[in-house]
Each structure stands twice: as C-alpha cells, then as structure tokens.
C-alpha cells in the first residue's frame, strides 16, 4: 500500500510539473504565445485537408531534463494506465506537449504510439492469465467481439464531432465527463472495497469455527469462497496458445483491417465528396455485421459471457442493443475528446458487473486495435518522429509490465481486487485535471488573439 501512494504521489508530482512547464511555455511549443494557427491540445483532429497549414515541431532528441522527467512521468502513466485499461492517454499528451514541447497534433500522435506500446505488452501479459474465479482466459473475447466493432464506429463518428465542436465545448465535455466517471469508478471502488472486506471478515470466522472444533482438526472442510482465496485461477499461467480464442481474435482482426484500409482510402479523396461519404458509410455494415453475428450467438446460447459466468444463460435483444450502443457512446467520446475508449469501457464494463481484473484486461484489449490502427494511420501520415515514438513506446511497454506484475501481486497478497477500481478513478481524475488545465488555457489564449471559437465547418477541416 505505502509503494501504491508513492507512485500517486509520483504522478501528482508529474501533473505540477506539466502545470509548471505550462507556466513557463504559455502552452506554445516553442516557448512563446500561442499563434493564431494553433490548434487546441485537447483537439484529436485525425485528418487535415489542408497539410501546407500543419507546420509540425518536433524538438530534438537530447538528453536532458526535459526527456527524463517525461520518461518518468511516462513511465508511472503507462504503468497505471495498463492497470486501470485507460491506456493512460489523458498523461501522456501534456507531457509530450508541455514537456518536451511537442505541437499537440504530435502530441496526440506520439501518445497513441505509447498506448499501443503498453497495450500489447499488457495484453501479452494477460493472454497467459485466467478469470478470477472461473476456468476461462481472463480477456473475455465474446464482450470485446460484442462491443470493439462498434466502439471503432463510434470512434469514427466522434472524430467527425471532434472537428465541428469548438474547443471550449470539446474540454468543458471532457471534465464532466471526466469527473462523473472518476466519482462513480471510485464509489464502486468503495462498494467492492466493503463486499471484499465482509468475504474476508466471514472466511475469518469460518476458519476460526473449524479450529476450535476438534472433529475438524484433521480434515478441514473449505468452502468455495475460502478456496478461490486461497489460490484464484489468475494467479495460475497458462499456455498463450490455449488461452486465445482464435475465431474471435480473427474476426476483430478483420475489422481492424477493414477500417484501417477505409480511413487510408479516405485520406485520399476530398472532404465531403461522395466518395469520402461512401467510405466513411462503409464502416456501417463491417461494426454492425460482426456485432450482429456475436449478438445472434448470445441470444441463441452458442455463445456466453464469460466474465458474468453462470449469472445469463442467454441475453435478450434489448440487452444486447444497449451494449452496442455503450460501446458506440464509448467510441463517440473517444473519438471526440482525442482519447482511448479505455476511459468510457472500464466504468462500464464495471457497471455491468464484470470483475475489476476482466474488465481491465478486456478493454486493455480492445484498445489495442483501436490505438494500432491509429499509429498506422498517423506513421503514414508522418505526424511522428520514429526514433522519439519508438523510445517512448519502448517506456511504455516495460512500464505496463512492471505495472501489472507489482498491482497483480498486491492483488494476491491483499485479495483487494478493488485496488485496480481505485487506480482507474485515480487515473481518470488526473487525467481531466491534466487535460482539462491545457484545454482551458488554450481557450484562454485564443480568446487573448480573438479566435473564432465557434463551430467549424466539416468540408473546410476534413475529418
């Protein structure tokens, strides 16, 4: 617990530093007043139609302060970040921005890069786990096969969205936003807290009945409970071969693929045509048809989630929409704010009653695709410098695995699996201090030169 607080009080230390670093650069990247062109660091504007208006700046990779505190700070953002399954986004572009001094479309670039890198290595991780309680992979693939084609929709409506909102609109969503998920994430976090607590007071009780009867000194009966504490089935490795489902596995590869050749295909047309509208319609029928075919399999009983267990047999049409819809709403929030949808999906997944350790490890899962696929997009769009997003991917990658080795042995040792609860709180909340801080001093500086802070026209910007 002490080494818990010690990394929090690392990242609070990481956020004053980016407040500080703000301070001293008045948000430009080059150290002076933001210009006019400049466009706001919370914006994630994926597609520019007009590239002579983007000037990049991409500082020089030197060793010096200004690297090792973003390490650091990287470093604890990917580790907490891969614990929670937030990907840890909401971290990393004010400090490539504030920090290093980054312009805040590479900024946001450069943060997908680092995603991509903790998510892999942190679903490599969890490929080798099991459920918490059941017999089955820890990833549930039938909820990420259910939800990831949708949420890649909604990430594509809502960077559409992203470009018509105004900037003020675009932050003032994403602190209350923010601050909503984080209350009801930590107010969960106490809810499992409480239920842990009074399991643990019973076994206690049951282990202290036994003892003192004498029948029972020999042979001691063990309930399940008492059991799955003693020894849960994640704490157990398994072989990663035997603990993918390659059907599912394929079926989000395909989608993956199908988007990333539809938004590469719409990088070349113009903003508006009507090819770029038949594209941007294409992702339709690829999300619908492979959520449908998962959904038909959980309302026939071919297919169950396996993170609720024995709780559903079947689920209902109604069920089934809703889920579809979150993970559009999910989507629709990530793309318009310039984030993960990790920081939508792990409150949900809570919500609907999945385990803090499956709901981590899924939408780790899920945002694995969402953010290679953007990496791939910007890497041919060069709105990154290799070398600078390999080291941090590279930062990235081992921090995620630090991080969920040292929180998955706290979790064995304390049985708190609400410690995973409380990291994701803690790392939203940061977030929307740390976002919403750059956001509301971008306004501040746009409305000092007298920018338009309306909304934009679509067919002028491209999305």
Not at 36 to 58: I, K
Not at 83 to 92: L, T
Not at 146 to 167: E, T
């Amino acid at each position: 617990m002490g080494r818990r607080w010690q990394w929090h009080a690392v990242a609070a230390l990481g956020v004053v530093l980016c407040a500080a670093a703000a301070a001293d650069q008045g948000l430009s990247p080059a150290g002076g007043a933001a210009a006019p062109e400049e466009v706001g660091a919370v914006r994630h504007l994926t597609h520019e139609s007009d590239v002579n208006s983007y000037h990049h700046v991409w500082p020089p990779m030197r060793f010096g302060w200004r690297i090792v505190v973003g390490s650091l700070i990287g470093f604890f953002g990917a580790a907490f970040g891969s614990v929670g399954g937030v990907g840890g986004g909401g971290i990393f572009v004010p400090m490539l921005a504030l920090i290093l001094g980054f312009d805040p479309k590479s900024s946001t670039a450069m943060s997908k890069c680092m995603i991509m890198g903790a998510a892999i290595s942190t679903v490599y991780y969890n490929l080798k786990l099991k459920h918490p309680t059941l017999d089955m992979p820890l990833i549930d693939y039938d909820l990420a096969l259910l939800i990831q084609p949708m949420l890649m929709l909604g990430v594509s409506i809502g960077v559409i969205f992203n470009v018509i909102f105004p900037d003020w609109l675009v932050t003032a969503l994403l602190i209350i936003l923010f601050l909503v998920t984080s209350t009801k994430a930590f107010l969960k976090g106490v809810e499992t807290w409480k239920k842990e607590t009074t399991k643990k007071r019973e076994a206690a009780k049951r282990l202290e009945q036994t003892c003192q009867e004498p029948e029972h000194a020999t042979t001691i009966q063990t309930t399940p409970g008492a059991a799955a504490e003693a020894k849960t089935p994640s704490a157990e490795a398994t072989s990663v071969l035997k603990n993918v489902y390659w059907k599912e596995f394929g079926l989000l590869a395909f989608v993956w693929v199908a988007f990333l050749v539809l938004q590469i295909a719409k990088n070349y047309t113009a903003s508006c045509s009507a090819l770029y509208w038949v594209l941007n319609s294409l992702q339709i029928p690829v999300a619908v048809s492979v959520s449908m075919y998962e959904a038909h399999g959980l309302m026939s009983g071919k297919r169950v989630l396996s993170s609720k267990g024995s709780q559903q047999s079947t689920l209902k049409p109604r069920q089934l929409l809703v889920y579809c819809l979150f993970g559009i709403l999910a989507g629709l929030v990530g793309g318009l704010l310039g984030l993960g949808g990790g920081f939508i999906m792990g409150p949900l997944f809570l919500e609907l009653g999945i385990p803090p350790q499956v709901s981590s490890a899924t939408a780790t899962f899920a945002m694995m695709f969402s953010s290679s696929m953007s990496v791939v997009e910007y890497y041919l769009l060069r709105r990154f410098p290799v070398p600078y997003a390999a080291y941090f991917a590279a930062v990235a990658f081992i921090a995620a695995i630090i991080g969920q080795h040292v929180v998955r042995r706290l979790i064995n040792w304390l049985g708190r699996a609400s410690l995973i609860i409380f990291i994701l709180a803690s790392m939203i909340f940061i977030s929307a201090l740390s976002l919403g801080g750059v956001g509301i001093s971008d306004i501040v500086h746009k409305m000092e030169w007298h920018q338009y802070m309306g909304f934009e026209d679509l067919c002028k910007y491209g999305a």
